[in-house]
């Protein structure tokens, strides 16, 4: 993994010392999805980017903004990636406070 990102994360590290087990099963994950998908390298990336802002990963971020640097991925594209995770993530604030906003209308209509 070093050898092909250049760097572990300190978590994967950890993980790799203290649970070789877990670590070669997350690493057998990522072969997984990554490699037996219908998607392009790029997209792939770029998803794993997008969601990663979206959860406010910022290891994880910064991981896949290098691997996007090093598939040519285009500047343009990254922020786009970024702007969609946003735009997904308040739109999932906004829908899963529909019930309670629901609820709060109710109340108050009652008063």
Known sequence: MRESKGQVSTFLEIMAEEMPDVFLH????????MHHTELND?????ICLAVS????EKTMVESFAMSAKKHDIP?????????LARFVKSSTA???SMEAIAFLKKDAQEE
């Open 53 to 56: 802002a979206a959860l406010g």
């Open 26 to 33: 997350h690493l057998e994950t990522k072969d997984f999805a």
């Open 94 to 96: 906004f829908s899963e």
């Open 75 to 83: 500047y343009e594209q990254i922020v786009h990636a970024i702007l």
């Open 42 to 46: 790029d997209c792939k990336v770029l």
